[in-house]
């Protein structure tokens, strides 16, 4: 079955600092991967996706990912946080040929400091 | 272009009362997906239509849930005899058809439902 993890619930990171969100995945084969971000009292909004291809993707607002089969990881990466990403960033993973149900780890929560 | 649209955003019930959510997935997009969000157990799948189609309810509880595509510009989620503990955010997700190659899933903003 198809699972992630995300091993650090809470993240407090400066303004202007870089920012890394781990994830790691457990699946059979080569998944579908996506980096989602909820701000508050809102739905889920998609930041990026990795299907089979280049390890690195590019997402929206200077996020990125990188792909690692070996790890089995889908790392979140951004240069310089800004105070608007304090939010709950959620990694999932989703079955390659059905597109069927994401399974979502718990979740990081970002708070970005002054 | 909406999003998904999901209504109410907000329901509060009494325990043992019927909810009803409601989902309008993007318009072109073939597949409805509802997930249930809480605290303590995270994002959980519920269920899945295709077309319309019931495909996977395997996250649906046995009692209590059911969940309808009547057509392809809406769907919804009943809970019958409403318990407490189904108190959660209900979120609606959408996406396109699989030969579109896009697997990607686009949710809409959550129905919170409170149940005293």
């Known amino acids: 079955a198809q699972s992630v993890t995300q091993p650090d619930a809470r993240v407090t990171v400066s303004e202007g600092a870089s920012l890394q969100l781990r994830c790691k995945y457990s699946?059979?084969?080569?998944?579908?991967l996506f980096w989602y971000v909820q701000y508050p009292r809102q739905g889920l909004q998609l930041l990026l996706k990795?299907?089979?291809?280049?390890?690195v993707v590019q997402g929206v607002n200077g996020f990125e990912a990188e792909f690692s089969k070996s790890n089995s990881s889908f790392h979140l990466r951004k240069a310089s946080v800004h105070w608007s990403d304090w939010a709950v960033y959620f990694c999932?993973?989703?079955?390659?040929?059905?597109?069927?149900?994401?399974?979502f780890g718990k979740g990081a929560k970002l708070t970005v400091s002054p | 272009n909406a999003g998904v649209i999901q209504t109410p955003r907000h329901k509060v019930t009494g325990k043992g009362q019927e909810a009803t959510l409601w989902c309008e997935p993007i318009?072109?997009?073939?597949?409805v997906f509802w997930y249930r969000q809480t605290i303590v157990q995270g994002l959980e799948f519920l269920t899945y239509?295709?077309?319309?189609?019931?495909?996977?309810d395997s996250g649906m509880p046995k009692e209590r849930f059911s969940a309808q595509m009547p057509n392809q510009s809406h769907s919804t989620l009943k809970i019958q005899s409403t318990q407490p503990q189904d108190s959660a955010v209900y979120l609606c997700?959408?996406?396109?058809?699989?030969?579109?190659?896009?697997?990607?899933?686009?949710f809409g903003p959550g129905t919170r439902l409170t149940v005293l």
């Open positions: 997700a959408s996406r396109r058809g699989l030969g579109s190659f896009s697997y990607e899933q686009y």
């Open positions: 999932a993973v989703g079955q390659q040929g059905t597109g069927s149900k994401l399974s």
């Open positions: 990795y299907y089979p291809g280049d390890p």
């Open positions: 699946y059979f084969g080569t998944p579908y």
């Open positions: 318009s072109g997009h073939s597949a």
């Open positions: 239509f295709r077309n319309q189609a019931p495909i996977d």
